[in-house]
Nanobody
């Protein structure tokens, strides 16, 4: 059972930056994708960014393109989300997750897989609050 623990959340003013980290442990098979999600009070969970773990291909929600960067550590057991130019609407609980699909994915299917909702393991989340 994969265990995920996020850190790095906090309170910042609009225009500021935060870097979230997610440490994964307990892997038995390598997930094809890892992702960052967020959920604000009263809103549905939103996928923010995802990464294809075998070569680092990245995918972003339109709302964060150009501001957020997802990356993985050299040992691939750590996932990061660099968040720049933060806005009040970025305020949410942020979660990292691993996809249920393991092993390599054909190029033509990677976006669909990483953008799907089939993420099986989740961390407890870290709160990000952006004030105007």
């Amino acid at each position: 059972q994969v265990q995920l623990v996020e850190s790095g959340g906090g309170s910042v003013q609009a225009g500021g930056s935060l870097r979230l980290s997610c440490v994964a442990s307990g892997y038995t098979s390598r997930s094809a994708c890892m992702g960052w999600f967020r959920q604000a009070p009263g809103k549905e969970r939103e996928r923010v960014a995802a990464i294809y773990t075998y070569n680092g291909d990245t995918y972003y929600a339109d709302s964060v393109k150009g501001r957020f960067t997802i990356s993985q550590g050299l040992a691939d057991a750590t996932l990061y989300l660099q968040m720049n130019f933060l806005k009040p609407e970025d305020t949410a609980m942020y979660f990292c997750a691993t996809h249920s699909r393991v092993g390599h994915v054909p190029v033509r299917d990677r976006l669909a897989v990483c953008a799907s909702s089939e993420y099986a393991s989740w961390g407890p989340g870290t709160q990000v609050t952006v004030s105007s």
